[in-house]
């Protein structure tokens, strides 16, 4: 099947692209794991003691270097460094104490000697043809002051710990030197085996140079097809794989790594068909009702036509310009009623849903409530049958009474049952509060008990109703409590707060518990579709009851932490003239339920609405002074969405169709139904709410857009992103390395967003700008009285605490900022001056390097110690110049923010300003963040 086919090819796409982005990954940590270790060689190299020794070789100097290089290697991790004279001759070593000593060792015949004394350093992977373990032999040769060699010193790093690492991915990996043989293996079985056939004269040299002992190098038992996958039937947990390599062009490697993908691809393949087969049947469900639809539109087209050929005869004095205002007004009308009753239709839809899936939830508290009185039920028969059958009739009546009154329970249940999840839609009648609420409790009463959570009710007062629809209401009872039900998961002594309250007109309902609540980022977008906190929830919930009770004239709002409360949402602003219509029509709609703010003016109105305004305008067309149609022209100015309903006489319809021209929601003529007026009301007032909530909802989304920290979408970006989304809630060191420009600090903000800490501080210190002169105190903290503090003074790296300190131009920093900083790293704690206890610190340290940093400890500017601690992850925020495709993307969000604040329109990007664009030359950087 096509679409089988088609997911097959997308699948296997998104595997490869999840294994290069893990490859990538890897990759950093490997090249992070070299660079730490290449620098040890060329720093021990200018090492006095080394040299004095190698120049002369003496009992008391070969003690020294062998104590100095044991101690060293403990710190760097390394397993072992040793030197070795001009003649290959071991001389000290890090291992002296052990059996497996390498001194007094002749290792000539190691490549990492003859090269080092042939190019001045070297690298070789082998087998240590001591102690039988594979690693890396780092060397450099050592010169004396005339520039003549004086023999080489040897680091060898072994990777157990980082290859233990990636087998807990589970994700097989294998690096590959520069003749294609496996030196670093998540798979031992893989190690030394080759990518591709080797030459008889590689051969002669891996077995002379013993790289890798008595193990005869075979083929990889796998090979990659065309699609980038590899199957693979020994080893390894046999299946399908998807393949990726990055090199590390540093030493001549290339890191490879597998991805399962097969059970992946299979799933998508299997989804995609019933997708296909599912979306053929809906088709053709839906034509068949698009069908039936049209044949009824045409009948209802008929009958309009026929009604409207007998209207025109009957008003053939009208003029031209008013029949044809009037066919235009009554299409419009017949529009907003079809799709008033499409939405209405899909609302429904949407509420029935979320019953079905409240009802699954419920289902098993629900079931422990009817199985109780029914196994009674049971129990009950069985007695009285055997009281029957010992002629004890009193006996049997008793059982037979139980039973009724048990099956009445059940009878309870059940109906309720049904009764909430049928599909209904009523008109809003008188409810009673307490009885929605019954409802819902008798369907939850079973969670409740089952998770011992306390309810405390106060009740409504005696016979109390409100205008609404019973099944509806209690569905958004239903939703709360549910919510929060499982927002007490874990929470000792749960208790929920159901209580009634009356506020003058308005009845509110509040549903609030004493569990954690939801934070800041959730409840800022509460009733937006989709957001949760829940692992397994999708975040309708709160968002279908927001409509339901909008539907119901009311809004839905959280006004404390864990409260839901409700409250009537129908304020009318009546303008009128004429004092006894305005108070008797003002009367008319409190019955009714509305909120009324009567004017005499249209001038008076003004004063009290606005563009914020949560209700409807409903204003006479003739009035002194301002007259109707300028009060729709001034509140068209304010919000072109507030509805204004306009009232007339029957001698202005003309200027009344004229007003609706101008913006008016609709008009009615005098006299009137109030009943009309009433069912205007309740569209306009819902429709007024939904302007309202999609402008927040656009305004929540302006401000994502703006928060956004990283912009492009070019291979390099999407790598940093997948990235700084692994390494968001590592609790690691992570060192960001780029030039002036790209955008390091909006990486490191963009780490501690994403992460746990995000709530939490974020301290970004400027190295390069630290001053000699109270340094301490600046960094540190002092206590009152001490550095001149009149009170306690913070310091800066305080105040990252529980949050993410960022050191920006690390290798910058005064040499006496680099040795407080090396303290906080070590110990994660800071002692403020003055102060005779240290404060202990939960934070995370993020730095940044101006230059590259290998560099920055040869020239002495970074401290050794201090580079070691903190390139434990490193991070590359690539220039401009190397994602030139971002480039038309920032320049559409540069200009879009350049044209709102300048109040234009954003002008076009044609071809020709794109072509520009992608062919102009960046020598520098450009930041990878949006400005403001």
């Not at 049952?417 to 079973?446: C, H, M, N, P, Q």
């Not at 009232?647 to 003309?654: K, S, V």
């Not at 200009?895 to 520098?924: K, M, Q, Y």
């Amino acid at each position: 099947m096509a679409s089988g086919e088609v997911a097959r090819g997308d699948a296997r796409a998104s595997a490869s692209d999840q294994a290069a982005t893990a490859s990538a990954l890897h990759a950093a940590v490997l090249r992070s794991e070299l660079e730490r270790h290449r620098s040890l060689p060329m720093v021990l190299a200018q090492d006095p003691d080394l040299k004095a020794l190698l120049g002369r070789p003496d009992a008391a100097g070969a003690g020294r270097l062998n104590r100095k290089f044991e101690a060293l290697a403990k710190e760097v991790r390394a397993a072992a460094i040793y030197a070795l004279d001009a003649e290959g001759q071991t001389l000290a070593a890090s291992n002296w104490r052990l059996p497996t000593s390498f001194v007094g060792s002749s290792y000539r015949f190691r490549p990492y000697y003859f090269q080092a004394m042939r190019d001045g350093q070297a690298s070789f992977f082998a087998l240590g043809t001591v102690s039988g373990r594979p690693g890396l032999y780092l060397s450099r040769r050592v010169d004396d002051s005339a520039g003549r060699p004086l023999g080489v010193i040897v680091a060898k790093v072994e990777f157990d710990a980082l290859e233990a690492d990636w087998r807990a991915s589970g994700e097989p990996t294998y690096v590959t030197d520069s003749d294609g043989v496996v030196v670093i293996t998540t798979v031992p079985a893989w190690r030394f085996d080759t990518a591709r056939p080797l030459s008889a004269d590689l051969r002669r040299r891996l077995a002379a140079t013993q790289t890798a002992g008595s193990t005869i190098p075979t083929p990889l038992p796998f090979e990659a097809d065309d699609s980038g996958l590899v199957s693979v039937s020994s080893d390894i947990t046999p299946g399908l794989y998807a393949a990726a390599s990055d090199p590390i062009p540093e030493i001549g490697w290339r890191l490879n790594l597998l991805a399962p993908s097969g059970d992946a691809i299979d799933r998508a393949v299997a989804v995609a068909r019933w997708l296909s087969a599912l979306t053929v049947a809906l088709l053709a469900a839906l034509t068949g009702i698009l069908l039936r639809r049209r044949q009824r539109a045409a009948a209802r087209a008929t009958e309009d036509e026929q009604a409207r050929v007998e209207l025109e005869r009957q008003i053939d004095l009208r003029t031209s310009e008013l029949r044809s205002a009037n066919d235009q007004l009554n299409h419009e009308i017949d529009e907003r009623r079809r799709l008033e009753t499409v939405r209405q239709d899909l609302q429904d839809e949407l509420i029935q849903a979320n019953k079905l899936a409240t009802l699954g939830q419920i289902a098993a508290g629900v079931a422990h409530e009817i199985n109780q009185p029914v196994a009674a039920i049971r129990t009950h028969a069985d007695s009285a049958a055997v009281q029957l059958r010992r002629e004890d009739s009193a006996g049997a009546l008793r059982s037979l009474a139980n039973i009724d009154r048990l099956t009445e329970r059940v009878g309870v249940i059940t109906d309720e049952l049904r009764a909430f999840s049928r599909k209904t839609r009523s008109e809003t009648v008188a409810v009673g509060v307490d009885g929605a609420i019954d409802g819902a409790l008798l369907l939850v009463s079973g969670r409740l008990r089952e998770k011992g959570i306390t309810l405390e009710r106060r009740r409504a007062p005696a016979a109390l109703a409100v205008r609404a629809e019973r099944n509806r209401l209690e569905q958004v009872v239903l939703n709360l409590l549910q919510n929060a039900i499982e927002a007490l998961d874990g929470v000792t002594d749960p208790v929920i707060d159901l209580g009634v309250a009356v506020k003058g007109k308005h009845v509110v309902i509040h549903v609030a518990d004493n569990g954690p609540g939801v934070t800041p980022t959730v409840r800022q977008r509460l009733f937006t579709p989709f957001t949760t906190d829940k692992a397994d929830g999708l975040g309708l919930g709160l968002v279908i009851s927001r409509d339901i009770v909008a539907a119901l004239r009311a809004v839905h709002h959280p006004p404390g932490e864990g409260v839901m409360s409700f409250q009537v949402l129908d304020r009318v602003a009546l303008i009128d003239d004429d004092d006894a219509f305005r108070s008797a029509l003002a009367e008319r709609l409190e019955l009714d339920g509305l909120t009324v703010n009567a004017f005499g003016s249209a001038e008076a109105a003004l004063k009290v609405v606005d563009d914020r305004f949560e209700g409807v305008v409903v204003t006479d067309l003739r009035m002194p002074g301002m007259d109707g149609r300028q009060l729709v022209e001034r509140l068209n100015d304010l919000d072109p969405d507030l509805p204004v309903v306009m009232m007339t006489g029957h001698g202005d319809i003309a200027e009344a169709v004229d007003a609706m021209k101008r913006g008016a929601y609709d008009f009615l003529a005098k006299p009137f139904a109030p009943e009309r007026l009433i069912e205007t009301l309740g569209r306009a007032l819902e429709k007024r709410a939904l302007v309202l909530d999609n402008r927040r909802l656009a305004a929540l989304a302006a401000d994502d857009e703006g928060s956004i920290p990283l912009s492009g979408s070019s291979r390099s970006v999407e790598a940093l992103r997948a990235a700084i989304q692994r390494l968001a809630d590592a609790q690691v060191d992570v060192l960001i390395e780029g030039e002036t420009g790209s955008g390091k600090e909006a990486v490191a903000r963009a780490i501690h967003n994403a992460g746990r800490r995000r709530l939490r501080p974020f301290v970004a210190v400027s190295c390069a700008a630290l001053p000699e002169s109270g340094l301490e105190s600046l960094l540190m903290g002092a206590v009152a009285g001490a550095s001149g503090a009149i009170r306690r003074r913070e310091g800066q790296i305080e105040q990252s605490h529980q949050g993410t300190l960022f050191l920006d131009e690390i290798d910058l920093a005064p040499r006496a900022a680099q040795l407080l900083l090396l303290r906080v790293l070590e110990e994660r704690e800071v002692l403020p001056v003055g102060a005779m206890e240290p404060h202990a610190l939960d934070l995370r340290i993020l730095a940044a390097t101006k230059g590259d940093p290998v560099e920055a400890v040869a020239r002495g500017d970074l401290r050794e110690d201090l580079y070691y601690r903190l390139n434990v992850i490193r991070l590359r925020a690539p220039p401009l110049r190397e994602r030139r495709e971002d480039v038309p993307l920032l320049f559409a969000r540069f200009l879009g923010r350049a044209a709102n604040r300048l109040g234009h329109e954003t002008p076009p990007i044609d071809h020709a300003i794109r072509r520009r664009l992608l062919e102009h030359d960046r020598a520098g950087a450009a930041c990878i963040n949006q400005p403001d």
